[in-house]
């Protein structure tokens, strides 16, 4: 499910044309239809350029927002652009514990984006597995999960994390737990969609006709064959994931107070907002809206690209 | 049809019965049931005699069914922060949810028909592009952020709506209603929009693809070829023809917007179910949870219960496919 290196996408633009003429791998056209639309290449490079600052955060950042010890209560509370006492200039101002608000979404984009990123692709392993497992099974073992699935689905997402957060209590370990049980689902209704229609094919008669385990036949025929409408939907979740993440951190039920994630810092802002001081929840927000909006625009264009109904 | 009503209802009713399993197994089995249902203040005797009384010393499966036999009769344990039943709080919180629930239902509507037709008429147009890609946004976007900026924009920087709170009341049927006076009404205006968010954008997909569908339709080109005026063709028959999906897909959603009305309800100090469900998972006050899960969750069958029946009603072909499946 890894997108495709930055590098390749902007080495492989330019020179496109003459590349299609000499050796067109399946990757190299892909790249190239997914380039075909400048907002979504420019999504994705917001993207990669989000995840690097994430990545690289305790670099970038000029404070340690979690060392309480660099917080300085006297710099609480300071509009953008002034100079703290730690002598480096807050230009997103700092929140009420006197913590300096870039630094502070810096750290909290990684953990909105390892909550997401991780909780997505255990939702992903869970959901595949099982949808799998009713498209090749069929009969009882596909009613049985699908009608777990219909069940799932027909409650919004909100309740189920609620539900599952109001027994185990917070946490970030919960919080991931909540978001896999809410979003499995997904997977495997798509998952199962597909594959009824791979079962059918001719390749997966061969391997069943040469006596492949069923391990062996799900796991290295059909699952590579369902891939395309997986990774759209995965991109999708993940943005998803994100939004219910910041959510449930924003009702308080998410990430303890201690290491704060972008839902967080938003919430403790907000209690300053109303008193004109806009800066502790409004930058944040934007980091948190940039972040889902840029992986929403990327998941539209590989669906138009990966569908193969659309394909030129 | 009898037979399917039936089968239909057996289906809601294991349904419900595994929902009480799940919310028995939470409380009881995940944690300390004892801390969960005795009040943390109780000394050693109070302790002990509340675990007897509660059957805490009894086999599981015992306990279930004390459980399922309690909340048949509507006992679903005493808050301990009100000291009132679990039930009765959350009754008195309702009107307050399905309020607001209703206004954004309405909005929904209101916003979204108007758009989506006209996104529908002219889906070429750059006019509808913006509509479109704005409904996109209405998807994706947490609703609490959105919720933030109206609060930041209209409540706090333009000053000309309330932003928390109900605002006065007026009595009708015996239940406390904010609509009904000026000032109400004010208050209800900014989060009654920001729930209905995410429906205004379904809603404008669902009508720009059915008037899309509809107007190819051989009886809308009889109808222009009859000479009847444009505005006649739209709103009389393409517009009723959309209105099926659309009224049947927000009375559908009408559960998931109850449900989501918690963030609003956070955000703007709405004092319904949903702010009491928040604040007891704070305070840990556990009967309130399960109470509150459990009537959200019975609202929710009842709501797919009565959609799929009203379907096969309406359409033979429901029926007959679940006949041969």
Request: aromatic share 10%; proline share 5%; hydrophobic share 55%.
């Amino acid at each position: 499910m890894s997108p495709p290196p930055a590098e390749a996408t902007t080495v492989a633009a330019p020179i496109a044309e003459p590349v299609r003429a000499a050796e067109e791998t399946p990757f190299r056209r892909f790249v190239a239809d997914f380039a075909e639309s400048k907002v979504a290449l420019g999504a994705f490079i917001c993207f990669v350029l989000i995840a690097l600052a994430a990545i690289f955060a305790p670099w970038i950042a000029p404070q340690n927002p979690y060392d309480l010890a660099q917080l300085d209560i006297m710099d609480g509370r300071m509009e953008p652009g002034t100079v703290g006492g730690a002598g480096f200039t807050y230009i997103l101002g700092t929140d009420d514990q006197g913590r300096d608000m870039f630094s502070g979404i810096l750290y909290g984009l990684r953990i909105s984006l390892m909550v997401g990123a991780g909780s997505a692709f255990i939702a992903f392993c869970f959901g595949t597995g099982l949808g799998l497992l009713a498209a090749y099974f069929g009969r009882r073992t596909d009613a049985v999960i699908m009608r777990l699935v219909d069940l799932q689905l027909s409650f919004p997402s909100i309740l189920v994390a609620l539900m599952i957060l109001a027994f185990l209590g917070k946490g970030i370990l919960n919080v991931v737990i909540a978001i896999v049980v809410v979003e499995w689902a997904y997977y495997a209704r798509t998952v199962r969609g597909t594959a009824l229609v791979e079962r059918r094919r001719e390749y997966i008669e061969a391997a069943e006709c040469l006596a492949l385990s069923h391990q062996r036949i799900v796991f290295r025929h059909l699952l590579p064959n369902c891939l395309p409408p997986l990774i759209v939907v995965g991109t999708m979740q993940v943005a998803r994931a994100i939004a219910l993440e910041a959510t449930l951190s924003f009702l308080g039920l998410g990430v303890p107070v201690t290491e704060p994630s972008l839902g967080l810092l938003i919430a403790n802002g907000y209690e300053y907002m109303l008193s004109g001081r806009y800066w502790i929840s409004f930058y944040p927000g934007i980091a948190l809206l940039v972040t889902i909006v840029v992986i929403n625009l990327v998941g539209d264009q590989l669906r138009d690209v990966l569908n193969p109904r659309l394909r030129k | 049809m009898i037979v399917y009503l039936i089968r239909r209802l057996m289906q809601s009713t294991l349904v419900v019965l595994a929902m009480t399993v799940i919310l028995f197994v939470g409380v009881y089995a995940i944690g300390d049931p004892v801390e969960i249902l005795i009040s943390p203040d109780a000394d050693q005797m109070e302790r002990e005699r509340a675990i007897a009384a509660l059957g805490l010393d009894r086999p599981l499966w015992l306990q279930y069914l004390t459980f399922l036999q309690n909340a048949l009769r509507g006992d679903l344990g005493r808050s301990f922060v009100f000291n009132e039943p679990a039930l009765t709080l959350i009754m008195q919180k309702m009107p307050a949810t399905l309020e607001l629930a209703f206004a954004a239902t309405f909005f929904a509507i209101l916003i979204g028909l108007p758009l989506g037709l006209w996104a529908g008429l002219r889906p070429e147009a750059r006019s509808s592009r913006v509509i479109m890609a704005t409904s996109i946004l209405g998807f994706s976007l947490p609703s609490f952020w959105v919720g933030l900026m109206l609060i930041m924009v209209f409540a706090v920087q333009l000053g000309w709506l309330p932003s928390t709170g109900r605002g006065p009341t007026a009595e009708l049927f015996g239940v406390q209603w904010s609509f009904l006076t000026i000032d109400g009404l004010r208050h209800l205006i900014l989060p009654a929009i920001n729930l209905s968010l995410f429906k205004v954008s379904l809603v404008i997909r669902l009508t720009r693809a059915g008037v899309r569908e509809t107007v190819l339709m051989d009886y809308v080109k009889f109808a222009r070829a009859k000479g009847l005026s444009e505005s006649r063709v739209i709103f009389v028959h393409v517009l009723k023809n959309i209105m099926i999906p659309v009224i049947t897909v927000t009375a559908l959603e009408f559960g998931s917007t109850i449900a989501f009305s918690v963030v609003t309800e956070s955000i703007f100090a709405w004092p319904g179910m949903g702010k009491l469900i928040i604040d007891s998972i704070y305070v840990l006050d556990r009967p309130v949870i399960v109470a509150y899960l459990m009537i959200i969750v019975l609202m929710f069958i009842m709501l797919n219960f009565t959609v799929d029946v009203l379907y096969s009603v309406l359409d033979p072909r429901v029926r007959l496919q679940d006949q041969k499946a």
